[in-house]
């Protein structure tokens, strides 16, 4: 399977400030994710990210606050904008590779703690 | 929305001791995917179920699909130390890759 990074691994940053999460996949892979999972908590989709148009997202995230960009089909950002202490939380790409059907791989995740 | 219950929430077994899990839907699923995830770590997928009563194996781990697609099984024989960790299934439907997530099960083994 692919290997995904992520970048940074961990940051601690003060309320108000926006950080910006890295994803790079070393092959080229059609679909990539952004989940959120908040401590002791599941994963929760937080959108779709295309490649070349903008992302879709679920329910409850809004691109001003999670804007997501995807230049092309190994490299994805997320920033977490106008960050507050409820936005602590871990940060995880995911990609489907399309060659298996319906799986998702995913890297080791950004844990972010807001001050 | 959709919503995976797992069960148990957690789980304290002795080493060697067997474990099984659950995951209930609400709706159904055309995918069900099992998941590990260890402290400071991404999930990795342990298993993928792609049809109805489908039954896979994967070393010590045993997952089945069920019949009425809105529930997945996961069983662990012989627990090692390496098993402890939070469980999660992960249910696929509709024909898009959105993934819905349960809301996992903590193994720890007591020495």
């Known amino acids: 399977s692919a290997v995904i990074s992520q970048k940074p691994s961990r940051d601690i940053c003060q309320r108000g400030t926006s950080l910006t999460i890295q994803c790079q996949v070393d092959?080229?892979?059609?679909?990539m994710f952004w989940y959120r999972q908040q401590p002791g908590q599941s994963l929760t989709l937080i959108a779709t990210a295309n490649q070349g148009s903008e992302a879709t997202y679920e329910s409850g995230f809004v691109i001003d606050k999670f804007p997501i960009s995807r230049p092309n089909l190994t490299f994805s950002t997320l920033t977490v904008s106008n960050m507050s202490p409820e936005d602590s939380s871990i940060y995880l790409c995911s990609l489907a590779p399309g060659q298996i059907k319906d799986t998702q791989y995913f890297g080791p995740g950004t844990r972010l703690t807001v001050l | 929305g959709q919503q995976l219950n797992q069960s148990p929430q957690s789980m304290f077994i002795q080493e060697g001791e067997d474990v099984s899990m659950n995951c209930t839907s609400s709706?159904?699923?055309?995918?069900w995917l099992w998941y590990k995830q260890d402290p400071g770590e991404g999930p990795v997928l342990l298993i993928a179920l792609y049809k109805a009563g489908e039954l896979t194996s994967n070393g010590r781990l045993t997952a089945q699909f069920g019949i009425t697609r809105k529930d997945s099984f996961l069983n662990i024989s012989a627990s090692i130390p390496s098993d402890v960790g939070i469980y999660f299934c992960a249910g696929q439907s509709g024909g898009n890759e959105k993934l819905t997530f349960g809301t996992g099960t903590r193994l720890t083994i007591i020495p």
């Open positions: 092959s080229q892979v059609t679909m």
């Open positions: 709706s159904i699923f055309n995918t």
